[in-house]
């Protein structure tokens, strides 16, 4: 009797694990349609090119490399092993739960955490979007994914020096998105803002997207994906009381999105006298971005108020960087880094178990680490390559001088 229950544990937690790690995946989807969104038509067919290849390459990376070096202490080695490459035997973790010892497929953490990596090398995506060069682009997503990403993910989730120090991040609030923000802001200063954005009085000129539709639908996306990104990281939910936490957990994200939303859209009232989508859609993200480093601790009300305030500071953090002429045309480093940001200095007031001095030690690491490490990742591209295309071909669009064709050629000037 006990095998058996053990083997349906097994079994259970298997499936449960590889159905979030498919949720995760499809956040993919919500990025790409979020950023075709909020960005001009003629860039559109760029920035789906984008997200396609770097999902592709996050995962080979992290398949030859990236995994074992984020869990070197538990992978056994440096390099993936040939068994692992070809599909050898099968081996399993052991994670304690409160009816003893559960079992779970090892394929099934790799899958599950190959698609976070793809999530942190997403945000970079839309922050850089209209002017950077694809291939540029994507020779820094090989560095990202395979060395920069997993490095402070070995000091946190990898069992390195700041899970040693306490640090907590239930998700990845600052693992993942703060760590992704850190490395498009390096990226948008080295790559200045798209032209016409600001003016020499210090006037800013709005650049709507094309596609407001499609940037709703993608947040949709994220919103739905993020059950399976938070409620994963229970990482199993085959006894009562792992199941009752991925219960709360999923009712803390879906809250604390609300408060985000309702949060900005007033904020938007009050001070562009306008309920800007936009804003209401970057407040999703960013009440998803706050509960993310402990979406299990806080109750319901708790979870929507952390939200709500990520809400507030996405609205406030993307007018401040257009007053400092930082051009992020999707609000990626706002809605990921500055909700980042709050969503793990506030784990303290619902978690007696975390401390504040761990929380800012461990954000100010993953901030500094992956933001200089970026940044001399983009110089030497720059060096190297170039980063940007040349102002007539952005002036045209980076579709046609970087992929050869529109996303929307029945409407494009040249076929009127």
């Known amino acids: 009797m006990t095998e058996d229950i053990t083997q349906l544990s097994y079994a259970l937690d298997t499936f449960y694990f590889l159905i979030c ?162 490395a498009a802001l390096a990226g948008v200063l080295v790559l200045g803002p798209r032209k016409g954005k600001y003016g020499k009085n210090g006037s800013i000129y709005a650049i709507p997207g094309s596609n407001l539709p499609l940037a709703t639908l993608g947040t949709f996306i994220l919103w739905m994906g993020w059950f399976g990104f938070n409620g994963g990281s229970e990482l199993m939910v085959s006894n009562i009381d792992s199941a009752n936490n991925m219960a709360q957990v999923l009712v803390n994200t879906n809250a604390a999105a609300a408060g985000g939303v309702i949060a900005a859209l007033i904020l938007a009232k009050i001070w562009f006298r306008k309920a800007d989508l936009t804003m209401a859609l970057n407040g999703a993200i960013a009440g998803l971005v706050a509960i993310t480093a402990d979406p299990l601790s806080p109750t319901g009300l708790g979870a929507m108020l952390i939200g709500a305030v990520g809400g507030l500071l996405v609205v406030a953090s993307i007018v401040v960087l257009d007053k400092l002429k930082i051009d992020d045309p999707v609000g990626a480093i706002s809605a990921h880094g500055v909700a980042g940001l709050w969503g793990v200095l506030v784990v303290p007031l619902t978690n007696a178990s975390a401390s504040f001095g761990a929380q800012i030690i461990g954000a100010l690491a993953i901030f500094l680490w992956c933001f200089i490490a970026s940044l001399i990742v983009w110089l030497i591209i720059k060096a190297v390559m170039g980063v940007r295309v040349s102002e007539e071909e952005e002036y045209e669009g980076v579709d046609l001088a970087e992929c050869g064709l529109e996303a929307y050629p029945e409407f494009s000037a040249s076929k009127k």
């Open 21 to 182: 790690a498919v949720l995760v995946m499809w956040m993919a989807a919500g990025f790409a349609m979020l950023e075709a969104g909020l960005v001009r038509a003629k860039n559109t067919a760029e920035i789906l090119t984008k997200n396609v290849a770097l999902f592709a390459i996050s995962c080979t990376m992290y398949l030859l490399f990236s995994y074992h070096l984020m869990y070197s202490s538990g992978a056994g080695g440096f390099l993936p092993s040939l068994g692992f490459l070809l599909g050898g035997e099968n081996t399993v973790d052991q994670v304690m739960g409160s009816n003893g010892d559960i079992y779970y497929s090892n394929r099934a953490d790799f899958f599950f955490q190959v698609v976070f990596v793809a999530t942190a090398m997403s945000i970079v995506s839309g922050a850089v979007a209209e002017r950077m060069k694809l291939w540029a682009f994507l020779a820094f997503a090989v560095v990202m994914t395979a060395i920069i990403y997993p490095t402070s993910g070995y000091w946190t989730w990898g069992g390195g020096w700041l899970a040693e120090l306490g640090y907590s991040d239930y998700a990845g609030s600052g693992i993942v998105h703060m760590a992704g923000a850190a």
